[in-house]
C-alpha cells in the first residue's frame, strides 16, 4: 500500500496542494488530489459520457446555445465564489461543497471541450449545438446531483479502486485535451471515423499526459526548493 500511495502522491503533486483535510481517502489511501479537484475531474469524464449519451453518437461540432452558455456560466461561476470566498476568509467551505462546485465545473469544461474534439478528431459529424435542445441541457444536468452522491458515498466503497479510479480520469481529462491539440494538425485531423482509426493520436495524447503529470511534478519541486531558500 506504500507503493501505491507515495505512487498517487507524486501522482498528483504537481496539479494540487494535496491537503488531507481537504481530501478523500479509499481504502485508507489518500485521493491523489482534492475534494474539489476530484470533482473537476471526476465530472468532466462523466459529462463527456452524459454528452454522448443524450446525443447519441451525431458528435454536436457547435457551441451550446444561449440557455447552455447561461448553464455554464453560472456552474464555473459557482466553483470560483466558493474557492474566492473561502480563501478570503468571507466564509468557510467543506468538502462536500468543494466536491459539487468542482463537479459543476468539470460538467462545464466537458461541455466547452466536447464539441472541438468532435470537430477536430472526428472525420464525420453533425452541426447540431451540444446540449441543444432543452431537454437535452436539461437530462445533463439532471445527471449532476446523481453523480455527487455516487461520488461522495458510492466511491468510497471501492477501497483503493477510489484514488485510482481518480488517477485515470486525470490522464483521461489531460489527454482529452491534448487530443484536441494533437488534431489540430494536418497528420491527424478527422481522420477518423472509429475509435480504432486515431491510435496513434490518442498514443500520442496520452503520452503528453504523463509528460505534463511529470513535468509539473518537477516544476512544484523545483519552485518549492526555490521559495525555501529565500525564507
Known sequence: MRVVQSFLHWFGFGLCH???ERSFFGGGIQVPVCARDTGI????LISLIVI???????RPR??????????????????????????AGFRTTTNDLRLITGLLAGYAIA??????????????????????????????LGTVPVAFVAIRY???WLGVGYPLLVAATIVATLTAVNLV????????????DRITDAWAAILIAVVLSFLEIWLSGLLRLWLESTVSRFS
Open 18 to 20: 494535496q491537503l488531507p
Open 41 to 44: 475531474y471526476l465530472g468532466f
Open 52 to 58: 454522448s449519451a443524450v446525443h447519441k453518437g451525431d
Open 62 to 87: 457547435e457551441f451550446p446555445a444561449p440557455a447552455g452558455w447561461v448553464a455554464i456560466a453560472l456552474m464555473i461561476g459557482a466553483m470560483g465564489f466558493d474557492g474566492v470566498s473561502s480563501y
Open 111 to 140: 461541455a466547452l471541450l466536447a464539441p472541438m474534439l468532435n470537430d477536430e478528431f472526428w472525420r464525420t459529424g453533425s452541426r447540431q449545438r451540444v446540449l441543444a435542445p432543452t431537454w437535452r441541457l436539461l437530462a445533463w
Open 154 to 156: 458510492g466511491a468510497p
Open 181 to 192: 491539440m494533437v488534431c489540430l494538425t494536418p497528420p491527424f485531423e478527422r481522420k477518423a
